[in-house]
Nanobody, 123 residues
């Protein structure tokens, strides 16, 4: 069983930055792709970013491309999401996810989820 624990959420003004972290349990973290999703009130959960097991491949939707950066530290079993130039529409609960594959993209399905961390961007 894998446990994913997010941290780093909070309240920030538009134009500001936040860095989310996700700590994973287990000894197989480095073997699998990781990702971030978000869900705003009344909306479906949406893909935000993914990174391959070796960090060689990343994927983002157009809505965050150029503003968000996903990275990982396999020695620390941790994946990060650096969010810059935040907008009010980025307000959501952000979820960390683990994939059952070494590479993942927007259409890939995770097999583990974290509990989420709230990000609120004020205008």
């Amino acid at each position: 069983q894998v446990q994913l624990v997010e941290s780093g959420g909070g309240l920030v003004q538009a134009g500001g930055s936040l860095r989310l972290s996700c700590a994973a349990s287990g000894r197989t973290f480095s073997l699998y792709a990781m990702g971030w999703f978000r869900q705003a009130p009344g909306k479906e959960r949406e893909f935000v970013a993914a990174i391959s097991s070796s960090s060689s491949t990343t994927s983002y939707p157009d809505s965050v491309k150029g503003r968000f950066t996903i990275s990982r530290d396999n020695a620390k079993n941790t994946v990060y999401l650096q969010m810059n130039s935040l907008k009010p529409e980025d307000t959501a609960v952000y979820y960390c996810a683990k994939y059952p594959t070494t590479v993942a993209f927007s259409g890939s399905s995770p097999n583990y989820w974290g509990q989420g961390t709230q990000v609120t961007v004020s205008s």
